[in-house]
């Protein structure tokens, strides 16, 4: 019999590469300290997963960067500047995703583990296609190459809409929604999931939520480090993850148990 699990849907930055998602941080920060506008590193990681456009918006929209805009440049921020913001972002990202694109440990193994049971494994960013230019040879090298990616700007609608995910599963031929799994970092990660109609599973201490890279999250003392994924896995489950995991080495366990409970009925 086949496994109940048709496909898994895997985010990038903080889910598969990037432990800490700090490439998109990185680009963000020194974007805007181009324009003289000091961006904190919290409020740059809020609405991350979203496309970068929708991103940009948001943080112009943010009550303090709009004041500060306004002072810096005597007018309030408006479309034309989010457009110059996402000229200077689209290269800032792309070299500081490249930069990135370790594999967070466990990812190539849990890839091939599920396609030995026959899931059909896609992907889906927030990163334009261009800047996953020097990303997906990266990851390919280190073992990891899904069958599909859906980019940044290639649905109509980005996260939190259920687009990109319906749009990697009909690529995918991976069919009912329900026989499906979304991995992501990102609180609007887990809501496309859900509402692509998937089970969801969170990723809290190589991702966003956490938000620093390995060296330094596997430094921190063991109180800390424990208050902080636990706060990450309360904005995932907020969101609706139906599971949330410290990272993607321990997905498999998690698969079979979704496995177990869609042979159930559920």
Known sequence: MSFPV?????DWAGTMIDFGCTAPIRALVEVFADAGIGLPEPLARRDMGRAKLDHLRLILAEPEIARAWTARTGAAPGEADVAALYARLEPAMRAAAAN??????????AVSA??????????GTGYTREMMTEILPAAAAQGYAPDVLICAGETPSGRPAPLMTWKALIELDAWPARTCV??????????EGRLAGCWTVG?????NGVGLDREAYLA????????RRAAAEA??????ADFVIEDVSQLLPVIRQIAARIEGGA
């Open 100 to 109: 990135s694109a370790q594999l967070i440990p466990g990812a190539a193994q």
């Open 114 to 123: 599920l396609r030995a049971l026959g899931v059909r494994i896609g992907s």
């Open 203 to 207: 990723i809290a201490a190589s991702g």
């Open 235 to 240: 904005d995932l489950q907020a969101a609706g």
């Open 6 to 10: 048709k496909a898994v849907v895997f």
């Open 182 to 191: 979304k991995v992501d970092d990102a609180a609007v990660g887990i809501t």
């Open 220 to 227: 921190l003392p063991e109180d800390e480090r424990t208050a």
